[in-house]
Nanobody
Framework: QVQLVESGGGLVQPGGSLRLSCAAS????????MGWYRQAPGKQRESVAF???????NYADSVKGRFTISGGNAKNTVYLQMNNLKPGDTAVYYC?????????WGQGTQLTVSS
């Protein structure tokens, strides 16, 4: 089992920045990818960014150039630096990890971008 705990959400004005953090615990030794999804009200959950255990990164087109995913030195943490935030980024952000073909999710953290 893997447990994921997110932190760092909140209210930010358009054009602002915020960093989300996700810490994994439990059976983390064979996690192959960690990343972020988001779900806006009335919309399906969508992928945002991923970091695999080889250091490869992938981003949704909607966040390329604005969001940066990175991993902590302990390799059980993942961060999402979000810059130039837009109202359309408002959503609940979920941390994700995959291990042995099983997906794990955090409980989510709310990001609201509004003036």
């Amino acid at each position: 089992q893997v447990q994921l705990v997110e932190s760092g959400g909140g209210l930010v004005q358009p054009g602002g920045s915020l960093r989300l953090s996700c810490a994994a615990s439990g059976s983390i030794f064979s996690i192959v990818v960690m990343g972020w999804y988001r779900q806006a009200p009335g919309k399906q959950r969508e992928s945002v960014a991923f970091l695999n255990n080889g250091g490869g990164k992938n981003y949704a087109d909607s966040v390329k150039g604005r969001f940066t995913i990175s991993g902590g030195n302990a390799k059980n943490t993942v961060y999402l630096q979000m810059n130039n935030l837009k109202p359309g980024d408002t959503a609940v952000y979920y941390c994700y990890a995959a291990r042995s073909g099983v997906a794990y999710w955090g409980q989510g953290t709310q990001l609201t971008v509004s003036s």
